[in-house]
């Protein structure tokens, strides 16, 4: 059997790693860019997983000058030094690889393919065949029949490996020719001279013929061409130079031990802690590794007690009463709270303790005859005004409780919550990657119980025991992680915002998703074929346009219809991206139909389409799910389905409200914020003309406007106030010249004109962002009036493009973020006084800046009131805050 040794160029592959995230880069929740660390950690286990070597190094490059910087000074002259946010991950990955005690290779006066070609000259055995892993085509020279180059292709190109005949194939000539060809092209990366004017095509023809550049010179006459043998004459010192320089050293002094290469020495656990530290959990599962006998032992060492016989159950539930704070978890045959029946619940309030009650399993348990007497206890339980319940997204088993009649009298602390104020930037607040970073502690995965996928059994067929210990496992590790993240939100000081806000939302939100909106599956289907009729007349008139018809849904197809057939002109190469389309529009009408075609057919089939699925069938009514663990800025956000997503500038997209009705006798009541972003920013930036506008309740974007035009306010037109609004708009989201040419569609240097301008007359804005940039850039975060913080680590980035949208992002999230506090807490009052006012009217929707209710008309005039009062002085600021309302028998009638 031929065992698989790989070499890995460990510098190509960190460049790699490096320039393949290099504009969405990776972050770790203290700010510290870990790209590198998961480019490169990702594939190297590709390499284990896929490959399956025997043996594995990785081979690098040193910092010192190496013998061929001695044989010609311009070696690599031209190279850009090292960015300095990719040499700072260097020891961050190093340490890590040294964890993995994985063996790697350098030595000063040497580079890494040096390296890479004296290993495979060091192997006793013949059963060994060698794969340098890089994309490095210098390498080519080593290869033979047991020595191979794995090239790791890209996005655009799969790997591949090149063997003898590969290389014969790609460039025509043997392998150990290869050097004689490098010499003669040269390398412009490595500043190696080559002969200049010879290029790879006269190259190869040369090599084929003569085979090695001494064989050249010396049948330098029997070349027919004249051009080629002047230029080989005139850079013949260059061609040896540059050979020797492309010579890769097979003979370097090193300490070798092809042992130290085996997988078997790899250390995993260390390895995986490692990346934990970093926030990097994606490849425990690719890993498959086996618990560490510490973390079995620390399991063995919990006490998890199956409450099976009413009796105990009762004294127990005692026994809580008499708790202050107790970690819930509920066991459910769903992750969609509105159908989920519930399995079990476990209570934690003591480390390495917890108790679990089965409500369905397989097993003939004793308590399944007394069911029916469990709830009512139960209830009493979670009622108790005095016991302060804590979980991990706790708004889950509130709301399956909900349905079962109980409802959490008080929530106090949600782990996964905390965690988005602790670390906001991190990309998962799994209760197993909390307790990975927190307790350094591996919990069981849900798949050792149920299974994979395809193969999944309902939780309640498999055994009490192991359900169990895996709910115990859940309720008593959110007590552990609670007691050190309550010291966390203190000494992040966003204590306030996490007690005072975000935990009394859980309640809210529990009864917004309880309550549902009710959706009319007849106005949808009419929506649905009026729209579908209108794509038809769409298609058609394109196909018109365009004198052929095709695919408009295949890019491929549109492409070869707009630039082959119509020859339209290319703007990003062959794309047919929005941004396309909007620029050919004064070019050719298709490009509005096709504008228009692809807005009603996302409306069809993103939207109208799938909104059916989403209605419950014994409520009639679609319950959201929201979430406030999600956005950087403490917005809410919705799943299943996405209501911030529904389409509403264009009247069709508006319409889809229609469908979103109050029952009979009932109204939909609207409230929105008016202008809410743009009274933060005068707030903030204390600028005194903003203010005065809205103090005097002055249309802002017409006062705007006759500033930056100086015009009168009564001369201002309908274009100047639509500029006006775009601007004032804009910059609140931080966006900068080229961002506003694109919107007023005018040259970049009229907008960095009336950019200029705004400021003039804005000083105010100007010294807010100024401000806020500069704390972003010296403290490392932002902050919300709250508290609500944001890391700004990218404000530092070496690449541009990243650097300039974490400043957008770092201008707007204080302002942004505002906002969403603002109608949180408008949300809890207007929650509280509506229950105890006893109101019949039903908090139904949150959409940005919009709260829906639906109302009986009895109501309508008090809701309203106490609506608008609450959310206008829900947070106080310099400036008078403003409320819409309207209402209607639709969502579309009362907006």
């Known amino acids: 059997m031929i065992d698989k040794l790989f070499l890995i160029d460990g510098m190509a592959l960190i460049y790699r790693a490096y320039y393949a995230m290099i504009k969405n880069p990776l972050t770790s929740s203290n700010g510290k860019n870990t790209s590198v660390l998961y480019g490169f950690t990702n594939t190297l286990l590709k390499i284990l997983k896929d490959e399956k070597p025997k043996y594995i190094s990785v081979i690098l490059d040193t910092k010192a000058k190496t013998f061929r910087h001695k044989a010609y000074d311009l070696y690599k002259a031209n190279r850009k030094p090292m960015p300095d946010d990719l040499s700072e991950q260097l020891p961050m990955l190093y340490n890590v690889l040294d964890l993995l005690n994985i063996k790697i290779f350098k030595k000063d006066g040497y580079e890494a393919d040096d390296i890479i070609g004296t290993i495979p000259n060091l192997l006793d055995c013949n059963n060994i065949s060698t794969f340098m892993y890089s994309g490095d085509k210098d390498l080519i020279q080593l290869v033979n029949e047991k020595t191979f180059l794995f090239n790791p292709g890209n996005s655009f190109k799969p790997s591949k490996i090149y063997d003898v005949d590969n290389v014969k194939i790609k460039y025509g000539i043997n392998p150990n020719n290869f050097i004689d060809y490098l010499a003669l092209i040269g390398d412009t990366s490595d500043n190696i001279p080559g002969v200049k004017g010879i290029g790879a095509k006269t190259a190869t023809k040369l090599i084929k013929e003569f085979l090695t550049i001494e064989n050249i010179y010396e049948n330098i006459e029997k070349i027919d061409n004249p051009r080629t043998i002047k230029l080989l004459s005139e850079s013949k010192d260059h061609a040896f130079l540059s050979k020797s320089l492309v010579t890769i050293n097979t003979d370097v002094d090193i300490d070798f031990d092809l042992d130290a290469l085996s997988i078997d020495k790899l250390c995993y656990d260390k390895f995986l802690s490692a990346l934990h530290s970093y926030d990097i959990h994606s490849f425990d599962k690719f890993l498959n590794i086996k618990p560490n006998l510490e973390n079995e032992d620390i399991k063995k060492n919990k006490s998890y007690i199956l409450l099976d016989k009413f009796n105990d ?120 990657n909390l307790s990975k970073d927190y307790l350094n502690y591996e919990m069981i995965p849900i798949e050792n119980l149920i299974g994979k996928k395809s193969s999944q059994i309902p939780i309640n067929e498999v055994p009490v025991d192991k359900v169990c210990f895996y709910a115990c496992e859940d309720a008593e590790i959110v007590f552990q992680i609670y007691k050190i993240q309550k010291d966390l939100l203190k000494n992040k000081k966003v204590d306030k915002l996490f007690y005072e806000v975000e935990m009394p939302l859980i309640k809210v939100l ?115 799910s929201f979430n406030q663990a999600i956005t950087s800025t403490g917005r809410l956000s919705s799943t299943n389905p996405n209501f911030q997503n529904i389409p509403i500038k264009s009247e ?157 992002a770092t201008i707007n999230m204080p302002i942004q973020g505002t906002a969403a506090e603002m109608i949180k807490v408008a949300m809890i009052q207007i929650h ?44 106080k600021l310099s400036v008078p805050i403003k409320v819409d309302y309207n209402f209607g028998s639709n969502w579309y009638e009362a907006h």
């Open 652 to 808: 069709v997209g508006k319409s889809i409200r229609k469908a979103f009705k109050a029952h009979d006798g009932n109204f939909i009541i609207s409230f929105d914020y008016s202008q809410v972003e743009l009274r933060i920013l005068a707030h903030y930036s204390n600028e005194k003309k903003l203010i005065d506008s809205f103090q005097n309740n002055l249309d802002v974007h017409s006062k705007t406007a006759s500033l930056i035009y100086g015009i009168d306010l009564d001369d201002v037109q309908y274009e100047h106030r639509r500029v006006a609004k775009i601007i004032n708009y804009s910059i609140a989201y931080g966006a900068g010249p080229f961002r506003i040419s694109q919107e007023l569609k005018i040259p970049i240097k009229e907008a960095s004109n009336i950019i200029s301008n705004y400021f003039d007359r804005y000083p105010g804005i100007k010294k807010y962002i100024d401000e806020t940039v500069s704390h972003g850039l010296d403290n490392g975060f932002v902050s919300t009036i709250l508290g609500r913080q944001r890391n700004t680590y990218n404000l530092k980035a070496v690449n541009k493009m990243v650097q300039q949208a974490e400043k957008r």
């Open 832 to 875: 509280k006084k509506i229950k105890e006012k006893k109101f019949q009217s039903k908090l139904i929707l949150q959409i940005h800046d919009e709260l829906l209710f639906e109302s009986p008309e009895s109501e309508k005039d008090k809701i309203i009131k106490l609506v608008v009062e609450e959310m206008e002085n829900a947070i």
């Open 510 to 624: 529990v009864d917004i998703e309880f309550n549902g909106v009710y959706v009319d599956k007849l106005v949808i289907n009419e929506l649905c074929e009026s729209l579908q009729n209108k794509l038809n007349n769409l298609q058609n008139e394109i196909y018109k346009v365009s004198n052929k018809e095709f695919n408009i849904n295949s890019p491929k197809q549109l492409s070869e219809v707009l630039f082959d057939d119509m020859k339209l002109k290319m703007f990003k190469k062959r794309s047919t991206s929005y941004d396309v389309l909007k620029k050919l529009v004064d070019h050719h009408p298709v490009a509005d139909l096709l504008l228009k075609y692809r807005h009603l057919n996302k409306l069809v089939n993103t939207y109208l389409n799938k909104l059916p699925g989403f209605i419950n069938s014994s409520t009639q009514r679609i319950h959201t």
């Open 313 to 432: 159950f009762k004294k127990f539930s005692k026994e809580l009463n008499n708790k202050k704070i107790v970690s819930v978890d509920l066991e459910t045959t769903s992750l969609d709270p509105n159908i989920a029946k519930i399995v079990g619940i476990s209570f934690s309030f003591k480390e390495n303790l917890a108790y679990y009650i089965p409500f369905m399993c397989k097993e003939d348990l004793p308590i399944k005859s007394n069911l029916n007497d469990i709830l009512p206890i139960l209830k009493s339980v979670l009622e108790n005004p005095k016991i302060k319940f804590i979980g991990q997204n706790i708004k889950y088993d509130a709301l399956v409780l909900k349905r079962n009649n109980i409802n959490i009298n008080f929530i106090y602390f949600d782990t996964m919550i905390a965690e988005s104020l602790i670390s906001p930037e991190k990309n998962s607040y799994k209760l197993d």
